[in-house]
């Protein structure tokens, strides 16, 4: 049987996807209650009074919820889920607003209604007053702190947070060169096609909840709406139905609507769902990206880079549940291949009156990519080198690995790069966008009135955070492979990609194994999908799982064949000896075989019963053994593993309109062993029209009362397909981890992290202006023509 | 608002199949589709018309279910993602595109895409690329970035072309 890892081979989730038979979160729940909230309209605002009456005459109205209605538990504030320590200042939100709102979309008022359009009609209904507090709208003006966000919160840090290897300050004062630069990312968003979604179900006489929601951690939010709602883990079900895109916005939990929903469908008696429409997914749930950056670089003649210094400040929006995560991110992946003598990076993560920031793929790397990036091209054009040039020149080596950049990473251990070989990369990349033979295409473009860019971004990825995963293998008797992990799924492909390294492991056909995410009634322990972590973790995980059932199987079926263990193998599903394959027994039998019946419930099984025979001085199951043919693993590595990629693009400016059009786009990645390559080229086509969209076209815009001015499609300019390069060019390497058993990294963020870089620096080359900020508009590269000139365009 | 909404009775034709549904006036396409007939397979992104997933056949148009009324489409022939597969229940021709190219991943935008595709290769069996980001250029994928749908529609041409016997 050929090998599954490495194949391409067809997705087994798209059948149904593909025939409408998909159960996403607003599929699900037809007789359900349906929720309405009524949300700020200000940005910072006091609660004064709230009046119902006018929305207690609609029909079919249910009830309506407000922070008065709230039992002791869920009158407390969220969790704030991911303390630190330099975390000195946390807030999170209550599940419905006390006596502030503190950005325009938090929830004040809960109305349940037996139809959505009727609970709108009463959330309208609602008069809700308030007494506006000034808002405070940017980093500029959070920086500034003229006014406050939380009266409690000085200055609105919630956290300042120092790291560091060397003498950074004395290796700047050596250094024969030093350039400071000033570098700014914007706001976007993960704006996954489906947005937030709960159902809950009450069952009066068992006690127990069942909670659908599409998120990307199921046991995540188990938890938490079990503590909010005083039940043990036990009676809460959460089931992750298909989930239509999460992008990193549906790993925050609980949000108020999924410890809300269930609480009142526990309290009326009736099921009851809340769906997100595009406006509140807007307003309402999470953004990301917005961060300034003060760099200090000193550096040789070479351009090697003796002393990096990175001040910068993040717009943590109103509230802080996810804790320090992305400007973690940021301070630790800046450094991507390369090392640097001595680096000091500190960051102030401030409040704001606007939507809350959690982690969008890539999560804090893009911004540390672009600050990066940005200061190696600018030491480049300092030192009149080539750029490819100064990263060789900076990278660190293959035979360095692996790699202790001093710091520590996200997961709270130390970053250490486990295997890379960025030279080998720069060299594929080269070679791919054609980066020696640019200059004379340039000329001779330019020769023509056309001016074109190239640009390169470079990074490192931690991938395959823990804590941890687990799998469950079982061996049905029909020969069905039933496998579950607790993270879950939101259009990766996890049920193939798992099914394949299963399928091969246990020695069966991939169409007889079927994966289960995201549901706790199938696997109870997990932490979630984030981080690019699946393939790693949970891929680990049920190949060990899978290579325990195989162990057992190839016990039973030695015992009963009479043979040797270590004669026997798994192939097509037959466990069978060696070279004789007509001498086998089937895996459905096998398990059939190690479950010693008292009933025969088909003719199978009859050779499992009590008067069957076998040996009768041994107990049926031995002390040390169990029933069935199951394996359950769980795989926690020692920290995470990294992977890399550079990205080139060649783009067209427009002499007169400034719009940049994307003439190629080339990818070089490695992560690791590629199990199925198709798969990972269409995570790395989403993430880099991801990468375009923050780079072109995507920011929030706020205006200075805290109103998002564009929320919805038609205004905040997500690419279609007229704005994505025609044609992505990719070129893997595979050097595997040594930090789990598949020699696997992650892949789900890295088309994303150099975008914004990437066409920064292309953009920079053909219009010879500095590029300090993104995303760029046409209009903004065209008043950057205008207002810089040439004063400071590249000498 | 204190009466209950007066009710309307339509009816449709619903991939092959009479349907009816008593609504409001106000209730969308797209609810009555999803919620009152339970075809479910018709996604709604956006409510405003802009993302396209919401798209159906309406007398062999492609439409935004979102952007009608379900009153307004009483009498009408309609098309939903359910209806697509061939008569024999193997997937059409661009179902089939889109599994062997890869052409989805979340799967959430992608009923839209295909009622969109399977009207464009009708009015342009063989298109060019620019033809083909022209059809699917109104509906916005968040996953895949384009590349495996545009893969798709080509590949749709070519199976429409093998299955109909031609070269």
């Given at each position: ?161 120092v790291q560091k290897h060397g003498d950074t300050a004395a290796e700047i004062a050596a250094a024969p060169h030093v350039l400071e630069i000033d570098l700014e ?107 300034q950056h003060h760099v200090t670089v000193g550096f040789d003649d070479e351009g090697r880079i003796l002393g990096l210094d990175v001040r910068f ?17 940021t301070s630790t992946q800046l450094l991507g291949p390369y090392k640097a003598r001595a680096y000091r990076v500190e960051f ?19 911004h540390g990519c672009f600050v990066m990036e940005r200061t190696i091209d600018a030491i480049a054009a300092a030192l009149h080198l080539d750029r490819t040039v100064v990263r060789e020149r900076n990278f660190i080596q293959?035979?360095e690995?692996?790699y202790d950049q001093g710091l ?7 970053l250490?790069y486990?295997?890379g070989?960025y030279p080998?990369l720069l060299?594929?990349l080269k070679?791919?966008?054609?980066w ?18 190239i640009g390169l971004a470079c990074y490192v ?183 890399a990629?550079m990205?080139a ?105 150099p975008?914004a870089a990437v066409?920064a620096a292309a953009?920079e080359d053909?219009?010879q202006i500095l590029i300090r ?19 400071e365009a590249l000498s | ?167």
């Amino acid at each position: 049987m050929s090998s599954m890892f490495g194949a391409s081979v067809q997705r087994v989730e798209d059948d149904r996807l593909l025939r409408g038979h998909g159960a996403y979160l607003d599929d699900l729940g037809g007789d359900a209650l349906a929720v309405a909230f009524a949300r700020s309209p200000h940005a910072h605002a006091r609660i004064t009074d709230i009046d119902v009456s006018a929305a207690l005459d609609v029909p079919g109205l249910v009830a309506i919820y407000t922070y008065e209605d709230l039992p002791p538990k869920l009158a407390e504030p969220l969790p704030l889920l991911i303390p630190h320590p330099s975390l000195t200042h946390g807030r999170t939100p209550y599940p419905l607003a006390r006596t502030e709102v503190n950005h325009v979309g938090e929830p004040v008022a809960m109305v349940v209604a037996t139809d959505r359009y009727l609970a709108e009609d009463a959330a309208d209904l609602i008069d809700i007053s308030y007494e506006p507090l000034p808002p405070v709208v940017g980093l500029g003006n959070a920086r500034q702190a003229d006014h406050l966000v939380h009266e409690d919160v000085p200055g609105n840090v919630a956290a300042n947070a120092v790291q560091k290897h060397g003498d950074t300050a004395a290796e700047i004062a050596a250094a024969p060169h030093v350039l400071e630069i000033d570098l700014e990312i914007e706001r976007s968003a993960s704006t996954p096609l489906e947005g937030r979604g709960v159902l809950a179900s009450w069952d009066p006489h068992a006690k127990r909840l069942r909670l659908w929601t599409s998120t990307q951690t199921s046991t995540g939010v188990r938890a938490a709406v079990a503590a909010k709602l005083g039940l043990d883990l036990a009676d809460v079900d959460v089931i992750t139905p298909d989930v239509g895109g999460g992008f990193g916005v549906k790993i925050v939990h609980p949000w108020p609507e999924e410890v809300l929903v269930p609480w009142a469908a526990r309290l009326l008696g009736q099921p009851v769902k809340f769906t997100e429409d595009r406006r509140e997914h807007f307003i309402a749930s999470a953004h990301e990206r917005a961060q300034q950056h003060h760099v200090t670089v000193g550096f040789d003649d070479e351009g090697r880079i003796l002393g990096l210094d990175v001040r910068f400040w993040h717009d943590n929006g109103a509230y802080v549940p996810y804790g320090l995560i992305v400007p973690i991110v940021t301070s630790t992946q800046l450094l991507g291949p390369y090392k640097a003598r001595a680096y000091r990076v500190e960051f102030d993560s401030l409040y704001t009156n606007t939507v809350l920031v959690t982690p969008y793929r890539g999560a804090g790397r893009p911004h540390g990519c672009f600050v990066m990036e940005r200061t190696i091209d600018a030491i480049a054009a300092a030192l009149h080198l080539d750029r490819t040039v100064v990263r060789e020149r900076n990278f660190i080596q293959p035979d360095e690995m692996p790699y202790d950049q001093g710091l520590i990473f996200q997961d709270g251990r130390p970053l250490i790069y486990d295997s890379g070989d960025y030279p080998a990369l720069l060299a594929k990349l080269k070679e791919l966008v054609g980066w020696d033979e640019f200059a004379a295409a340039k000329d001779a473009a330019a020769a023509q009135g056309r001016r074109l860019g190239i640009g390169l971004a470079c990074y490192v990825e931690g991938t395959g955070v823990g804590p941890y995963e687990g799998g469950h293998v079982v061996v049905e008797t029909s020969g069905k492979v039933k496998v579950a992990t607790g993270l879950t799924s939101q259009g990766q492909g996890h049920q193939t990609v798992l099914a394949q390294l299963v399928a091969d492991e246990l020695g069966v056909r991939l169409e007889d194994v079927e994966v289960v995410t995201g549901d706790t009634r199938r696997f109870g322990y997990a932490v979630g999908t984030f981080a690019s972590r699946t393939a790693v973790m949970s891929g680990s995980a049920v190949t060990l799982a899978a290579r325990k059932a195989k162990e057992k199987a190839i016990r039973v079926a030695a015992d009963a064949l009479e043979v040797s263990p270590a004669d026997l193998v798994i192939a097509d599903g037959i466990v069978q000896v060696k070279g004789d394959p007509d001498s086998g027994i089937a895996l459905g039998t096998v398990a059939v075989l190690s479950n010693p019946l008292r009933y025969a419930f088909d003719e199978a099984a009859k050779a499992a019963t009590q008067f069957a025979g076998g040996d009768i001085s041994r107990p049926p199951v031995a002390p040390d053994d169990e029933p069935g043919i199951e394996g359950r693993a769980y795989f926690s590595p020692v920290r995470s593993t990294f992977a890399a990629g550079m990205h080139a693009a060649i783009v067209e400016t427009d002499p007169d309109t400034a719009e940049v059009k994307i003439l190629r786009y080339c990818v070089v990645h490695d992560c690791g062993r590629l199990i199925n390559p198709q798969i990972v080229e269409g995570q790395i086509h989403g993430g880099v029209a991801q990468g375009v969209g923050g780079a072109l076209y995507e920011r929030m815009a706020y205006d200075e009362s805290g109103q998002l001015q564009n929320a919805s499609f038609m205004d905040f300019l997500m690419p279609y397909v007229s704005e994505v390069p025609q044609r992505i060019e990719i070129d893997h390497l595979e050097t595997p981890s040594p930090l789990n058993p598949l020699g696997i990294k992650g892949a789900g963020e890295a088309g994303v992290i150099p975008g914004a870089a990437v066409l920064a620096a292309a953009i920079e080359d053909a219009e010879q202006i500095l590029i300090r900020s993104m995303p760029i508009s046409p209009s903004d590269l065209f008043e950057l023509r205008r207002a810089h000139g040439q004063e400071e365009a590249l000498s | 608002m204190t009466k209950p909404e007066e009710l309307h009775e339509v009816a449709m034709t619903v991939n092959g199949a009479t349907r009816t549904a008593r609504v409001p006036a106000r209730r969308l396409l797209s609810d009555c589709l999803r919620h009152d007939l339970g075809l479910t397979g018709t996604h709604v992104g956006c409510e405003h018309g802009v993302c396209g997933a919401c798209t159906i056949l309406l007398d062999g148009a492609p439409v935004r279910s979102c952007l009608l009324l379900a009153v307004s489409a009483d009498g009408a022939k309609i098309t939903t993602v359910e209806g697509l597969a061939e008569p024999d229940g193997s997937l059409s021709a661009v179902q089939q595109a889109f599994t062997e190219c890869h052409g989805l991943q979340c799967g959430f935008c992608t009923p839209g895409f295909l009622t969109t595709i399977t009207a464009g290769l009708r009015a342009v069996p063989e298109p060019t690329d620019d033809q083909i980001r022209e059809m699917v250029g109104g509906n916005l994928c968040r996953c895949t970035g384009y590349q495996n749908i545009v893969a798709s529609v080509r590949r749709a041409a070519q199976i429409q072309r093998d299955r109909a016997g031609r070269p």
